[in-house]
């Protein structure tokens, strides 16, 4: 177990795990470049969720993986990198990423695949207790795979993107036939169902197996659809010059989404979109720097405070 995880910041057992992508991203917006930032799935989605409950992580990274990456990891008190599988003789995920002026928009400059087009990593015996399972973005293969692997499961949740839709379509079918809920954002959800419009979008993914789906729209919020009904968040509302680096916000979302309800230990509609909130709020945050350099000084009180403030101004009626 790795010395990282300090329980005596908890009263309760850790009970959330993440699978996905550790990555080192290049990453393009408007006004700024950086090549060689921390990034993948895995890596925004657990520093974000640390941030309300313990989360252990699952991944693979190579031999050329930065000493100050696996620093900057560890030094979330929440994060147990007990999980993370080194591979000496392997090269990480690397990935390059372009905005455009419409930050909401990005397009993909690289993808070098390294590790992930290896074995999974293992999962420790120490996870397999794990309740709360997010299977971040990587081959749907390999998240499927994953499930299994936590007999404990009260809820898995998974997301996707374009590049999984495109080649590996019945790998995610299968999938989806598995998972409880599925947070993808409104691009993704059309490439996967036909449908732009995210209502009908949703109710197709439902049709498809999960039991809930989040459909996150940018700057537009999101949309929390279950077989009971739905349910609507706004996004947080943040001036152009305060966004540095959108690069794992959809992580970051499901981060919170997935800390909320492990904290809180609840998986019904009213959770579901509680958890909304602290989603929404958690990608504000992350959306302020590259890499995981917002989320490090993060602290308590400031996301209470933009929580609060989120809940007077999205209050209707
Ligand atoms: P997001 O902005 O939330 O979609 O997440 C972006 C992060 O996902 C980056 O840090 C990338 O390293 C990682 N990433 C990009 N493409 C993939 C992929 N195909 N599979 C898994 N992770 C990816």
């Known amino acids: 177990m790795g010395a990282q995880f300090s329980p005596q910041r908890y009263d309760h057992d850790v009970k959330l795990v993440v699978t996905g992508t550790i990555g080192i991203d290049t990453v393009y917006t408007p006004r700024d470049k950086r090549e060689g930032v921390l990034g993948g799935s895995a890596a925004y989605f657990a520093a974000a969720a640390s941030q309300l409950n313990p989360v252990r992580l699952v991944a693979a990274v190579g031999g050329d993986w930065p000493s100050d990456h696996r620093e900057t990891l560890s030094s979330f008190p929440g994060v147990c990198i007990a999980g993370l599988d080194a591979r000496p003789l392997s090269r990480t995920f690397a990935w390059g990423g372009r905005y455009f002026e419409d930050v909401n928009r990005r397009e993909t400059l690289f993808t070098e695949v390294g590790v992930l087009q290896e074995a999974p990593p293992p999962v ?41 839709i495109r080649t590996a379509h019945s790998e995610l079918t299968a999938l989806l036939k598995r998972v409880d809920g599925l947070i993808v954002n409104d691009s993704e959800a059309g490439e996967l169902t036909g449908f732009r419009n ?65 904290r809180e230990e609840r998986t019904d509609a009213a959770a579901l979109q509680s958890a909304m909130a602290y989603g929404t709020v958690m990608a504000s945050f992350a959306l302020e720097s590259f890499g995981l350099d917002r989320m490090r000084i993060l602290r308590a009180a400031e996301f209470q405070q933009r929580l609060s403030d989120f809940q007077q101004l999205a209050r209707v009626g």
């Open 124 to 164: 420790p015996a120490a996870y397999r207790d794990s309740e709360f399972v997010f299977l971040g973005n990587t081959h749907p293969a390999v998240q499927l795979g994953f499930i299994d692997q936590f007999p404990a499961r009260k809820l898995v949740v998974a997301d996707t993107m374009d590049l999984w």
């Open 198 to 262: 995210a209502i009908s979008a949703g109710k197709k993914i439902l049709d498809m197996g999960p039991s809930f789906v989040v459909v996150k729209k940018g700057e537009h919020g999101a949309v929390l659809m279950h077989r009971g009904g739905m349910a609507l968040v706004p996004a947080f509302p943040v001036e152009e010059h305060q966004v540095v680096d959108p690069t794992g916000a959809g992580d970051s979302f499901a981060g919170g989404f997935m800390g909320y309800l492990a």
